[in-house]
């Protein structure tokens, strides 16, 4: 089997940002709520023109340049997202026509928060058994579509944007072990009732607000802390690694009480764990995406660093990847 590794990466947030004060002005909550209890004091909004492809399209451009690639390089293309721009065609299929990919494969993969792991280890694997050479995997979300912004327990902690990674074969390090993991049974605790075939959109959906999230954000908080830690167990002992190994967590962004429980859990200082939901708030697979993206930007990934990337979502679905930069 061939090493793999990530050569490119590349993001892309929407300009417009929405403040906790903001929304102090449009549901009853305060900056100070939000702040304590998940750690967002502000998030990005996709424009009004702006779809999940316009985000990706942005990401996926500077990700292929960062790679010093060209589109016609790509060969794969799967975007993780939960928020395509219909249900069809998918938004790999839309990103493949503006970048002006030929000869690709392009899906989309719905694996909600852990999309972008779940994306890495997808490509990996084709890449490793030789099947494509270039893959351009895209966490892209547009949440503020299905947000409702009547609900203070869920529109407080919701944004859009979207990271990218070009990955394709390297001569040492790479991705050292992947896991993924899912749970179908917990699927209510985090869903969206209305829009597809189960139930299509009525009148009725649209009066009792179904097609919005709904979360019980308690019973996932606790779930959260659990199998993160597990997906970071799990995957160092696949890599042969144990906590100290690690250098950097690129973890999945939904409330930093999550991830610091999480981390002390694992014995891990604070030091060691990326953090970007202060800015942006939980943006389902472009959270661990763009995480990764601005900590190589910023120089806290370094040649020869191990990252684990841990990621949990609706499904529910966990997972993570070991990778050696
Ligand atoms: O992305 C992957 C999956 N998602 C997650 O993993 C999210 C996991 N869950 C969480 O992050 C947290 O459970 C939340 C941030 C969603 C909620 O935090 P919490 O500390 O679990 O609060 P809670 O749901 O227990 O609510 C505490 C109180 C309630 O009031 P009462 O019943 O105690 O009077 C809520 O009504 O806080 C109230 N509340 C708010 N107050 C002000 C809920 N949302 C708000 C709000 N502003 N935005």
């Known amino acids: 089997m061939r090493k793999v590794g990530i050569i490119g990466v590349g993001e892309y947030l929407p300009k417009k940002i929405l403040t906790n004060q903001r929304l102090e002005k449009m549901v009853d909550t305060s900056d100070e709520w939000i702040t304590t209890r998940t750690g967002i004091k502000e998030r990005r909004l996709a424009a009004k023109n702006e779809a999940t492809s316009d985000l990706a399209i942005q990401a996926a451009r500077r990700a292929i340049k960062d790679a010093r690639l060209k589109p016609q390089d790509i060969d794969l293309v799967i975007v993780a997202t939960i928020t395509p721009d219909s249900a069809f065609p998918s938004v790999a299929c839309i990103l ?17 928060c852990a999309g972008f792991v779940y994306a890495i280890t997808i490509a ?55 896991y993924l993991n899912s749970d179908g049974s917990k699927k209510e605790l985090l869903m969206i009732y209305a829009g597809g075939s189960r139930m299509p959109i009525s009148r009725k959906t649209l009066t009792n607000r179904l097609h919005y999230i709904k979360m019980q954000g308690n019973e996932l908080f606790k779930l959260a802390v659990t199998l993160m830690a597990e997906v970071a167990q799990t995957v160092l002992k696949r890599a042969g690694l144990e906590c100290k190994d690690i250098d950097l967590v690129i973890p999945h962004q939904a409330n930093v009480r999550i991830i610091m429980a999480m981390a002390k859990k ?32 910023k120089g806290r990934i370094k040649k020869g660093d191990i990252v684990l990337l841990d990621a949990f979502g609706a499904g529910l679905v966990w997972g993570g990847c070991v990778i050696k930069w």
Request: with cysteine; proline share 1%.
């Open 266 to 297: 694992l014995g891990l200082p604070r030091e060691k764990i990326y953090l970007n939901i202060e800015k942006y708030g939980n943006m389902s697979s472009a959270s661990t995406a763009t995480a990764l993206v601005e900590a190589v930007k």
């Open 124 to 178: 990996q694997q084709f890449i490793a058994c030789g099947s494509y050479k270039k893959a351009l995997v895209v966490g892209a979300e547009v949440l503020s579509s299905v947000t409702d912004w009547k609900d203070r327990n869920t529109c407080v902690l919701f944004g859009d944007g979207a990271g990218a990674a070009v990955l394709a074969q390297v001569k040492s390090g790479g991705i050292l072990a992947t």
């Open 96 to 112: 493949q026509d503006a970048l002006g990919i030929k000869n690709a494969a392009c899906f989309d993969v719905s694996a909600a």
